[in-house]
Structures are given as C-alpha cells and as structure tokens.
C-alpha cells in the first residue's frame, strides 16, 4: 500500500490561451508557496421519492448539474495571479505590470470567442503515491476563472492570499504529475513590508492587521445544451473592501471617526507592499468610503481601532523582473 504523502504534493497552473479551456505550455507555473489547496467538485445528486414506489426509501438517484470549484492559500513571491484576479493586465513583459480590472464584454487578449470570456487558467492539484506506480490522484481543472481574492497579513507574517475559483471541466488521472520548476530562493512578501496610506501620503504606521479582498461574483451558468458541465463562468458586479485594525493614535482616530466615518468624506488610499526598491506592489484604491468603525474602551494596554473601507475603484500596479504573461 502506498500512502499519498503530503510533502509530495504540487499545486500549480498553466496559463490559457487561443480558446477558453485550453491550457499552454508543457509544465506547472510555479504560483507561490502553498499551504492549502481544497477543490470542491459537486455532482449535485438529486435523489427522488414519488407515489407508488411502495416504501419510505429514495426510490431513484439522477445526476444533477456539475460543478467544479475550489480554494488555494500560498505567501505570494510574486503578483502574477492580480492578472486573473482583475481579468487582464496592460503591460505582460518588464519591470512594471499595471492590472486592468475589466469590465462586462471586455473581453481579454489572450482567449477568443464570442461570449467574451474572462481571463482563465488551469490548475494542477496533484497528491502523489509512495512508490508512484500509476496510483497517484491528480486533478486538472480546466477553464478556471477568479471568483474572489483576499490579500491578508498580520504583525510577524507572511502576506498570505486566498483564491477561490471556479472551473468548467475537471480530469482525474492517476499517472506523472506535469513537470514544475520550485521558486526556493526568493522570499515571500512579509508584514514589515507593507504600509497602508489615508489618504495618500499618510503613512498609518501603528498598523496591526489588514485584508484586501476583491469578489468578481463569478456566475456559473448550466444551459440547456446538452451537458452537466458549466458552459462558460462570467462575472457579475465587482466588489472591494479592505479592513484594518490599528493601535489607535489620537490625532488620526479623530481623524478616522469625525472626518471619514461620521462626516462620510469621500478619500483616496494606497496600499504600499516594498520588498525592495525593484520589487513592489502598490494598490490604489480611489473613491473610497469608511463603512464602518469600532473603537472599543478597555481596561487596559492601547486601544484598538477597527475599520472597513469601500473603494469605487482599485488600480494595482506590480514591479519586479519576473515576466507574468508569455512564460
């Protein structure tokens, strides 16, 4: 017997292009280092009772629509994945990397077709056996888009992004995971690199914890075509919030709490990630509105603040080396 080991799993994707659902390239696009990934396939069975089946039992099983989702966790290294996140990217090759958060019918440059399809990729989720003698449990998903995203860190951690997805096909094999080349010595992006700006130039520096989040609100149609299988993932409205929470500071919690959250002041911010001067992500976040404040009295230590931010519009722009379209 052979057991499916942890330390031999691999998660990575392959970028697609040409047609929806078609990935390129021979090997995995490393995407950071993992620590979790869970699919969700559901087949959606529907069991029947009806009059006349004579018992108290299901009487029939039939096989609903199929759907094919998931969830990965890893500390980015890099910002390739904003590109499937905002649905396309402006510039693919050199230093600066300027993400594009495409509307409806945007279409993007790199998948054809006439439903206009959002940016897509394949994921690899692959758990292999102890010797590996065609007993490995390897799952492909096919036409992968992004639902939602979250970007978080706290004091002492590494930045840690969630993806969840969602897939039109998955194919289950059992045999040789797809070649991958392992990222063992750049870093992840940490806490200590990142700085929170509102509005822009003023720098919150007793920040404790943050998380962006950006929901595409993917719709996952099954039409009357002849298929289980979702026909093409498109996305609905787009939603952005960032929360924080900070070491309050008098100057800037009547700041917060009588010109932003109790006044309603419309502002700009700007997320800042610098792991060097040659590897950085700025977020800027315009139109933004503070929804929602806490600010609890305690007995003791410094008091906290927490906050919940609603931009309009989130523009982020990647620099570093690493070519992110085209590998």
């Not at 078609?22 to 993992?34: E, H, K, R, Y």
């Not at 969630?162 to 940490?190: C, F, H, R, V, W």
């Amino acid at each position: 017997m052979g057991f499916l080991i942890a330390d031999k799993n691999k998660v990575g994707w392959r970028f697609e292009s040409g047609t929806y659902a078609n990935p390129t390239g021979a090997s995995l696009v490393w995407p950071g280092l993992i620590q979790d990934s869970t699919p969700d396939d559901n087949p959606n069975t529907v069991q029947h009772r009806y009059a006349g089946a004579g018992t108290r039992d299901v009487s029939l099983h039939t096989d609903g629509p199929l759907d094919h989702a998931g969830v990965y966790s890893f500390y980015p290294q890099n910002w390739k994945f904003l590109q499937f996140v905002a649905g396309s990217i402006g510039t693919a090759n050199g230093s600066v990397h300027t993400f594009v958060a495409t509307n409806s019918c945007d279409g993007n440059n790199y998948t054809s077709g006439e439903k206009c399809p959002f940016i897509s990729f394949s994921l690899e989720d692959g758990q292999q056996c102890n010797p590996a003698t065609g007993q490995n449990f390897i799952r492909t998903y096919n036409g992968c888009m992004v639902n939602s995203m979250t970007v978080s860190t706290s004091q002492g951690e590494p930045l840690t992004a969630e993806i969840n997805y969602m897939a039109k096909e998955m194919i289950q094999s059992s045999g040789a995971t797809t070649p991958m080349t392992a990222d063992n010595t750049t870093i992840p992006y940490l806490w200590s690199h990142s700085k929170l700006n509102i509005p822009n130039g003023t720098i919150y520096d007793t920040l404790k914890s943050w998380t962006w989040s950006w929901n595409n609100n993917i719709e996952a149609p099954h039409y009357c075509n002849g298929s289980r299988e979702v026909s093409q993932p498109y996305p609905l409205n787009r939603d952005h919030t960032f929360e924080a929470v900070f070491d309050a500071t008098a100057e800037k919690a009547k700041i917060l709490y009588e010109q932003y959250f109790i006044g309603g002041s419309e502002f700009n911010a700007m997320l800042d990630v610098i792991k060097s001067g040659s590897e950085f992500l700025n977020v800027a976040m315009s139109g933004c509105k503070l929804t929602a404040m806490t600010a609890p009295t305690g007995k003791e230590g410094i008091n906290e603040q927490t906050i919940t931010i609603v931009p309009k519009t989130v523009h982020p722009v990647a620099v570093d080396e690493v070519v992110y379209i085209g590998f």
